[in-house]
């Protein structure tokens, strides 16, 4: 469960000015409750725990804007093309902040790695961060994105340009090869979404 250490006030504000209903706790502790989507929050007198099926749902309100996140990505495909599915997590000094993965139908293990990193840099873009560092265990999808190789496949350069566009939202960020047992995370929700299905 992602926690938002901060003032209990201001995180009412703020979600009380997206639209969201704040509504009194349920014991002495709590101070308020709220949902949205998937998502309910709990604040405490100083923090917010959210809790649900997509915490996200919350937490792009709750969290103050800004600041760093390592996110890591990966792309999964059975049979290349084959069933394919994604896996991203995005981490922060607090430890996972979220995480995620879907089955995405038939497609390349390079198609996938490509729609694992727009997905996992639009979360980040809607947390809100302002620097993120994010990490790869797809050599060729790294390389391409940073422009050290030509990437000829039409879909694939698609793919290129729709990353380098989020990526140029953030004021900082870099983009590094790493090898799987770094982006372990990443690798196993991708794989365990192709599982479970």
């Known amino acids: 469960m992602p926690t938002v250490e901060c003032d209990p ?3 009412r504000r703020r979600l009380e000015e997206a639209g969201v209903s704040v509504k009194s706790g349920n014991t002495e502790y709590e101070r308020w409750r709220a949902e949205r989507g998937d998502a309910s929050a709990v604040a405490y007198d100083d923090k917010v725990v959210v809790q649900g099926a997509n ?3 919350l937490l792009t309100t709750l969290q103050p804007k800004g600041g760093r996140a390592h996110v890591y990505f ?3 495909s059975r049979g290349n093309p084959g069933p394919a599915a994604i896996g991203w997590a995005i981490v922060t000094s607090n430890g996972i902040v979220a995480e995620g993965s879907k089955r995405i139908g038939k497609t390349t293990n390079n198609r996938a790695e490509y729609e694992a990193l ?4 639009s979360v980040a873009k809607d947390y809100g961060y302002d620097e993120v560092d994010v990490r790869g265990d ?7 994105v940073r422009g050290e190789w030509k990437t000829n496949d039409p879909g694939l350069r698609e793919r290129r340009v729709k990353a380098n566009e989020l990526l140029s939202t953030f004021d900082r960020w870099s983009l590094e090869h790493v090898p799987r047992e770094i982006n372990d995370r990443a690798d196993s929700l991708a794989n365990e979404a192709l599982d479970d299905a």
């Open 9 to 11: 006030d201001d995180a």
């Open 55 to 57: 915490p996200a749902d």
């Open 74 to 76: 990966d792309g999964a």
């Open 118 to 121: 727009v997905e996992a840099l």
């Open 138 to 144: 797809s050599q060729l999808i790294v390389k391409q």
